[in-house]
């Protein structure tokens, strides 16, 4: 006969909130969460106050819903299959990479870190392309500072959770980006490298992330500003066809 194992409360609770907002649709308000699962709504609020700042949840703005966060999205992506996503934005990481010159790199977030998914190096810049998919942190990296500003809960959540992973500027770093809708690396993930990174959204949801890399002379600062501005371009062309 098998042993009835000792059941923690808190969890069974948070796992049946989180079933419930996705039988929802989706997306679930509080009293409604409470009236389903009969759990006080002083206790249900606490949980999912919770489950927000770890990025399980997450309020968008003008909605009084609770959605399943980008962290539980992020972690049934990470078991399913990329292809799709890769097949979709294939065209425009031609594109980009062939009227810059730059290596182009697709990415993705990946619970707290990042994962290639592509790469399209037409002048074979990186001479040592690593296989994807693979993951890398997000610490430094332009890549890493867009899932940083635009994924619901992440900043807080690594800030809290990696001690010493991010400088006290790094409030400052995700504003910044978050108002200017890319961010640039120079040379501060890896010597000898510049790049730029813009969000690809889908249905307002950040879902990945489009870059540039390449030598800093031939693409220094002021460049990578304009290619921003060219990938941006580039996506909204994808997105109307």
């Known amino acids: ?35 389903i699962s009969g759990i006080g709504k002083t206790t249900v609020h606490n949980i999912l106050q919770t489950l927000d700042h770890l990025g399980y949840v997450q309020r968008r703005p003008g909605d009084m819903r609770y959605h399943l966060g980008g962290r539980i999205l992020n972690l049934a992506r990470i078991a399913g299959d990329d292809n799709m996503l890769r097949a979709h934005l ?47 942190n997000l610490e430094g990296s332009a890549v890493g500072w867009v899932f940083l500003a635009c994924v619901p809960g992440l900043g807080k959540r690594v800030l809290a959770t990696r001690a010493n992973a991010l400088d006290g500027s790094v409030l400052g770093r995700i504003e910044d980006v978050r108002i200017k809708g890319y961010a640039l690396d120079i040379e501060a993930y890896r010597p ?24 800093p002379a031939k ?3 002021h460049r990578l500003i304009r290619l921003a501005w060219m990938m941006m371009r580039s996506i909204e062309q994808l997105d109307v066809q």
């Open 1 to 35: 006969m098998c042993k009835t194992p000792k059941l923690i409360q808190s969890i069974e609770r948070s796992a049946a909130i989180l079933e419930i907002i996705a039988q929802q649709g989706g997306g679930a308000r509080l009293q409604q969460i409470a009236s």
């Open 90 to 136: 294939r065209p425009v990481l031609e594109v980009i990479a062939h009227k810059s010159g730059a290596t182009a790199w697709l990415a993705v977030p990946s619970g707290d870190q990042a994962t290639y998914l592509d790469i399209v190096d037409p002048n074979g810049l990186c001479p040592a392309l690593p296989n994807v998919p693979w993951r890398e």
């Open 219 to 221: 693409f220094p600062r």
């Open 192 to 215: 000898g490298l510049n790049g730029v990174a813009i969000p690809w959204r889908e249905n307002g949801e950040v879902k990945a992330s489009l870059c540039l890399t390449g030598p």
